[in-house]
């Protein structure tokens, strides 16, 4: 018998499932926005929609909000034709049901709660190698090398091992890509041009539109990507014997600062435009999730950047703790925050580039 939570969260599975059908239903029979985006390119395809559908759709979703002021059964109308909300709230399911291990989809629905008690204890556990070192300018005199490695090494192989598992189950769900237009998938995925619709730019209110959402999101992806890169070229110049901390402007330094000042730029302006955007456009009820993960991103930046400016001065091995603390959470995090709906849109613009092309 299934407990009281689990039945709890399988009605409102059920009902998210049957709110998109009863959406994308209408949507199919009026077909006014048919050009806006793949949403409605691939709606149209389709006479009945499964669950996996319904998955598949909200994925595909950029939230650029163009629909629901186009549509004329929008509230306060009898049908209640909300798309960027209806699919908003099945994307959350998707991510909890393709999360593993399946306990973890508890995190979606307590993301600022996890994120912060993640980081405080990761802070509290690095700070346990920092006792009785000596403070020099040498992160690995704080904190070991191969103790480093241990950490975030199994940190980073659990996280792998979940979004591969998340990955095959959402292939799964919305179907196999067909047709093997990769490349046009990877530019949509890169360039975000699904991100506005019929106007040039994105909608963020009626008759309201504007490049920023686009443009801290761009931000906030390279931003990430050359942190990413920063730390890859940091571990090459280790195998090769070279030590952090690096000179100012060699390469781990250089893209460190640069991607860590999009880490600030992008979730700065991306909180500004939560706040500002219509609500209508969102699930009210996932401003945890949101929030959290924009908070976690701008966190890990600011404290890097922090952590490079001090790097000679005595408060180093805190501040080394401190950032180090945010990255780890945010490593253990991602398969159970936000990060995962830049995967499984990929899953999904991937599956709809071989669609789109039949």
Request: glycine share 8%; charged share 15%; aromatic share 12%.
């Amino acid at each position: 018998m299934l407990s009281p939570d689990r039945l709890e969260t399988g009605d409102r599975g059920l009902e998210t499932i049957a709110r998109g059908q009863h959406v994308m239903t209408v949507c199919n029979a009026c077909r006014y926005c048919e050009a806006y985006c793949p949403v409605f390119q691939a709606m149209e395809t389709r006479t009945k929609f499964a669950k996996g559908d319904i998955l598949y759709l909200s994925n595909l979703c950029h939230n650029c909000g163009e629909c629901l002021y186009a549509c004329q059964y929008a509230p306060p109308h009898e049908f209640n034709i909300n798309v960027p909300q209806a699919l908003a709230e099945a994307r959350v399911q998707s991510y909890e049901e393709f999360c593993w291990p399946s306990a973890g989809a508890r995190g979606f629905s307590r993301a600022s709660a996890l994120a912060l008690g993640l980081s405080v204890a990761s802070m509290l556990f690095l700070w346990t190698f920092v006792q009785s070192r000596d403070a020099r300018a040498d992160f690995y005199a704080v904190i070991p090398h191969d103790t480093l490695v241990a950490i975030f090494g199994a940190a980073g192989t659990f996280v792998a091992v979940a979004l591969a598992i998340g990955v095959a189950r959402a292939v799964r769900s919305f179907g196999p890509p067909k047709g093997g237009h990769y490349l046009s998938a990877l530019r949509d995925v890169l360039t975000l041009r699904h991100l506005h619709a019929a106007g040039a730019d994105c909608t963020s209110d009626v008759e309201v539109r504007t490049p920023w959402r686009r443009y801290f999101h761009h931000c906030t992806f390279y931003g990430f990507a050359l942190c990413f890169a920063s730390t890859t070229v940091a571990a090459i110049y280790h195998l090769l014997g070279w030590r952090a901390p690096y000179a100012l402007f060699s390469a781990p330094v250089i893209l460190g600062a640069v991607g860590g000042a999009g880490l600030v730029v992008g979730p700065l302006g991306l909180l500004s435009q939560w706040r500002r955007r219509d609500p209508e456009l969102r699930d009210r009820k996932q401003a945890g999730l949101d929030v959290s993960f924009i908070v976690m991103l701008l966190m890990t930046s600011v404290t890097g950047l922090l952590l490079l400016a001090f790097r000679g001065q005595p408060w180093m091995p805190l501040l080394l703790v401190v950032h180090l603390g945010f990255v780890l959470a945010l490593f253990v995090t991602m398969p159970y925050g936000k990060f995962v709906h830049g995967i499984y849109r990929t899953v999904a613009l991937l599956k709809f580039a071989g669609e789109a092309h039949r």
